[in-house]
């Protein structure tokens, strides 16, 4: 964690997950643990701090991913790629799915 993301570019993230993990949809507000900008693809493996390539990630989906950029499908037990956060790019519209059930 040498490299910081830019303060402007962490908000931008922030503001567009909704403050929720985009990996496990967890809320930052009942988050123990602060909430960090999280590079889809590794910045190892050549991934760039963009928007594009920026997820915004509770303390354990970054911990937990690491510099992986694969991951075994628990039903089909065959490693797939791990770039595409579950809730990437999420609309406003959908968005307003998720409060439509509380
Ligand atoms: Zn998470």
């Known amino acids: 964690m040498s490299e910081r993301t830019p303060e402007p570019m962490r ?3 922030a503001a567009r997950a909704r403050s929720y993990c ?6 930052e507000q009942f ?3 602060s909430f960090t900008v999280e590079h889809i693809k590794p910045r190892q493996a050549g991934g760039e701090t963009v ?4 997820a ?24 797939i790629p791990n770039s595409t ?8 519209t959908k968005s307003t ?3 439509s059930h509380s």
Do not use: M
């Open 97 to 99: 799915y998720l409060y």
């Open 85 to 92: 956060p579950l809730f990437k790019g999420v609309s406003s």
């Open 11 to 13: 908000r931008i993230v």
């Open 31 to 33: 988050a123990t643990e």
């Open 56 to 79: 915004w990630s509770c303390f354990g989906c970054n911990g937990h991913k690491h510099t992986k950029t694969q991951a075994r499908d628990p039903e089909t037990g065959r490693n």
């Open 22 to 27: 985009e990996y496990c949809r967890c809320w």
């Open 51 to 54: 928007l594009e390539n920026l």
